[in-house]
């Protein structure tokens, strides 16, 4: 592996608990944002500033899949402009994956922080899937499908929503 920073993020829907790695494995960062846009920012801070202070050649991140919670900050992070001068590799791990590189690791306490080490970790040992692929209009689509199959499956919750007279 090159001389890569590897990011490990776990996601929950207030706060991110983030971990910087570098190829050894050796931690250079562990800290919180939380999960909304000024705490994607100060990620994408945090990030450039290790990136050019270690002189990284390559950045790899990755969060575990967890709910919708993770989606936005995945776009944010394929979007930002400063982050995509590295050309990051942006991973996103099945929990079932997550679960099993942990037992790896019987001694380790279950904390946020702990689970964000494990994901980069499993990061440094390259058993990852692919890439992210994210394109705004599958996204778009995929809401709208749910939102159908919603709707149709609750049609009296439905009715009862669209009767209701707006105030």
């Known amino acids: 592996m090159p001389n890569s920073l590897l990011v490990g993020i776990d996601v929950s829907s207030s706060d991110n608990k983030v971990r910087f790695l570098d190829s050894s494995g050796n931690s250079l960062s562990k800290f919180s944002v939380s999960n ?16 050019t202070l270690n002189r990284f050649d390559s950045l790899v991140i990755s969060l575990e899949a967890i709910s919708v919670y993770g ?27 997550v679960n099993a590189f942990k037992k ?9 922080d702990v689970d964000a080490w494990i994901i980069a970790e499993n990061l440094r040992f390259g058993r990852i899937n692919q890439e992210v692929y994210m394109d705004d209009r599958i996204t778009a689509l995929k809401k709208l499908t749910r939102a159908r199959y919603y709707a149709a499956r609750n049609p009296t919750r439905e009715k009862n929503i669209s009767s209701t007279p707006c105030s």
């Open 36 to 51: 909304n846009q000024p705490g994607a920012k100060t990620l994408v801070f945090k990030i450039i500033s290790t990136m």
């Open 71 to 97: 989606e936005p900050l995945v776009h944010f992070l394929k979007q930002d402009a400063g982050i995509g001068t590295f050309k990051p590799s942006i991973h996103v791990l099945n929990p079932k994956q």
């Open 104 to 112: 790896a690791f019987p001694d380790l306490p279950k904390t946020d």
